[in-house]
């Protein structure tokens, strides 16, 4: 594919329903990030994949959160037992490291809403 | 890495340039000046980054002073497309994570 691709697009679920979002990064990329965004919030970093490094998952909130990736292709991120506070846009973005620059291409993102 | 300041927002009529401040008081001699922007409702986008030399690209200029503590981003001819928040982030390398802060907030007006 050309680009970042996510799925769902958009995701409305009830509170303390499962969740699965899914990344599939640009080919050929070795680094792969999630982040969230809540309404008019910045960029909230979750999770990071580099190569077969093991991930950095520094930034996620809970327990409740957890992310895969299957060598260098797709990502999937868990939400369990979703909350309403976790409605937000989750975006993924696929890195190519060539020499000096670490360039981000985002996908458009999920937007989850829990009621 | 090392952490930016950035104003939270500044306007700048259409067709003038755009020249975004940024801080790094605390920047390491092998870390990299980045600048990435988000315009509303999309994923951010990469405009340009550089180490101490000024760089140019189809996007954007960096300046960045010589003792590398602040740079700025010129965008030489805003468009109202160029509304849009703008981060300015530290990475010590292409391997590094690039965590996104609160950015600055470009308005373009007509």
């Known amino acids: 594919g050309a680009g970042v691709s996510q799925s769902p697009s958009n995701k409305v679920t009830e509170k303390g329903k499962d969740v699965e979002l899914r990344c599939d990064p640009i080919s050929g990329h070795t680094a792969l990030y999630w982040y969230r965004q809540r309404l008019g919030q910045g960029l909230e970093f979750l999770i990071y994949?580099?190569?077969?490094?093991?991930?950095?998952k520094s930034g996620l909130p809970s327990d409740r959160f957890s992310a895969e990736r299957t060598g260098e292709s797709v990502s999937t991120l868990t939400i369990q037992r979703t909350q309403q506070e976790d409605s937000a846009v989750y975006l993924c973005?696929?890195?190519?490291?060539?020499?000096?620059?670490?360039?981000?291409?985002f996908g458009p993102g999920t937007r989850l809403t829990v009621l | 890495d090392a952490k930016t300041t950035q104003p939270p927002s500044m306007d700048c009529a259409e067709g003038r340039a755009a020249n975004l401040p940024c801080n790094h008081s605390?920047?390491?001699?092998?870390?990299?000046v980045y600048w990435y922007r988000q315009i509303h409702s999309q994923g951010p986008q990469y405009i340009i980054h550089g180490l101490k030399n000024n760089e140019t690209n189809e996007m954007a200029s960096l300046i960045i002073t010589e003792d590398r503590k602040s740079s700025t981003l010129i965008l030489p001819h805003a468009t109202l497309r160029d509304t849009a928040v703008y981060y300015c982030?530290?990475?010590?390398?292409?391997?590094?994570?690039?965590?996104f802060g609160k950015g600055i907030t470009l308005s373009v007006r007509p």
């Open positions: 994949f580099q190569g077969n490094s093991a991930p950095d």
């Open positions: 982030i530290i990475l010590a390398g292409a391997n590094s994570k690039l965590t």
């Open positions: 605390t920047i390491s001699g092998n870390e990299y």
């Open positions: 973005a696929s890195i190519i490291q060539v020499q000096t620059k670490n360039e981000q291409f």
